[in-house]
């Protein structure tokens, strides 16, 4: 068997989670291998709606074991309030498995990102609040704590003992905030550690027994191909890799590993914050997208930027992934438009550019895209299609110039929020058989 990954492949906010928990019920592990509470994932299964920021969808599978992995950054607060409220309402957590490596968002992070996002004025980013960069920023700097370290009362001490000097040196003397007291901290911190320990272990070694046994693996990931640290629309991105190389950096799972990469396309685009968005729509176009799509993001609240669907992003990051297929959601929110226009390219200064300019967002400016028009279809046409062949002419047409665009194929395609409003393409694999691809086979001495 081999491994599926599953990525956004624009500004996130694609409905990633809708087709991991549709995958989910054929994979014997989900992990997530990236982010943290700035990302959210809403499932609709039947009349339940879940939202998840930082568990992974797969949970709602009691037979699979969801793991989130090294990759991700936790708030360990918000994760209790996730694990407590997902039992509320009957759901099985003890399939839950959190690496010991991962990082911990600490309150100081938090407070970090805000402080930091104020002081830029003008010129913020547009973060969540939530603490990630500054977190990812620890990682980096090799000053952070990790799930190992907070259910350790010992290492955990140690760690913020040395961790708060500068940390409070710059709230108080660059900021002029209050300090935080250590005592305070670990007093806050350690009932949660308590609660979170049972799910903490070493979840590289997981993964790797379960390549081992040759289970099925679905890679989960949070954000999006533009959104990635090095490969997005830099500075307006993420502190992580949310593209499909995140899986392995995340997790410790190799490469050869990996048979599919699937990338989730809204069939427009949107994004949250500040940055470039080059097919914005600002008129009522927009405005009827945003309110028939429930643009509002899962985590924050805040309304998405809304625009055509970018093509010519697509194709960045169909390479930049290396995509083996797609999933086209949000079909059904275009049904009506008499027009649909789609991104094919951008222009910049008269000239047709080759290339997407990706990696920094100055790149893109003055570029202009270049639109190409398809006729649209009727607004309550596809509401209770169960097959792909019963879409509209036109809703078929617009699935095939994205697959042309993308230059891999449709798998699937949603045209509503619940799994069951999800349709397979003609000649396309069955959910189950996407895992069935082998995975690089390496030479054995005998």
């Known amino acids: 068997m081999g491994a599926v990954v599953v990525v956004g492949t624009h500004w996130g906010d694609e409905a990633k989670g809708k087709l991991v928990d549709l995958l989910a019920q054929d994979a014997e592990l989900v992990i997530r291998y990236g982010g943290g509470p700035n990302a959210g994932h809403t499932v609709h299964v039947g009349e339940s709606t879940y939202k998840f920021h930082l568990i992974p969808s797969g949970i709602l599978n009691p ?29 099985d957590t003890s399939n839950l498995r959190i690496s010991h490596n991962a990082h911990v968002i600490l309150p100081y992070h938090r ?34 704590v990790r799930m190992g370290d907070l259910i350790d009362p010992k290492r955990l001490r140690e760690r913020l003992t040395a961790a708060l000097p500068l940390k409070n040196a710059i709230l108080t003397k660059v900021f002029e905030a209050e300090a935080v007291e250590l005592e305070a901290l670990i007093a806050e911190l350690t009932p949660l550690g308590e609660k979170l320990a049972r799910y903490v272990c070493d979840t590289q070694a997981l993964a790797g027994e379960a390549l081992e ?5 679905l890679f989960e990931g949070a954000q ?24 392995c950096i995340g997790t410790g799972v190799p490469p050869t590993a990996i048979s599919e990469i699937l990338g989730v396309v809204k069939a427009y685009t949107s994004r949250v914050g500040a940055g470039t968005v080059p097919t914005e729509l600002l008129d009522e176009r927009g405005d009827k997208i945003r309110e028939r799509g429930n643009e509002y993001g899962t985590t924050t609240g805040r ?56 990696g920094d967002v100055c790149l893109m400016d003055g570029c202009e895209p270049v639109y190409e028009a398809l006729p649209g279809w009727p607004e309550d046409s596809i509401d209770n299609v169960t097959r792909f062949e019963d879409l509209p002419a036109n809703a078929q047409a617009y699935v095939r110039r994205v697959e042309l665009l993308a230059g891999v194929p449709a798998r699937f395609v949603s045209i509503g929020p619940r799994r069951d409003q999800t349709l397979l393409t003609p000649n396309s694999p069955a959910p189950a058989q996407l895992f069935a691809s082998p995975k690089i086979s390496l030479l054995t001495e005998k």
């Open 63 to 91: 037979k699979t074991l969801s793991i989130m992995a090294d990759g991700m950054v936790i708030d360990p607060a918000t994760l209790v309030r996730e694990i407590e409220t997902l039992q509320g309402v009957g759901i």
């Open 303 to 358: 309304p998405r930027r809304i625009g055509w669907l970018d093509g010519f992003a697509l194709q960045y990051a169909a390479r930049v992934n290396g995509l083996t297929g797609i999933c086209i959601g949000h079909l059904d929110v275009l049904a009506g438009f008499e027009t649909i226009n789609i991104c094919v390219g951008y222009t910049k200064n008269g000239v047709l550019l080759k290339h997407f300019p990706a």
């Open 111 to 144: 407070l970090l990102d805000q402080l930091e996002e104020k002081l830029k004025g003008a010129g913020a980013i547009g973060t969540t609040g939530r603490g990630v960069g500054p977190c990812y920023a620890d990682k980096a700097s090799r000053v952070g």
């Open 224 to 247: 999006a191909t533009m959104l990635d640290i090095d490969g997005g629309t830099y500075p307006f991105v993420t502190s992580s890799h949310p593209i499909s190389g995140g899986a």
């Open 213 to 217: 046994a040759n289970k099925r693996i």
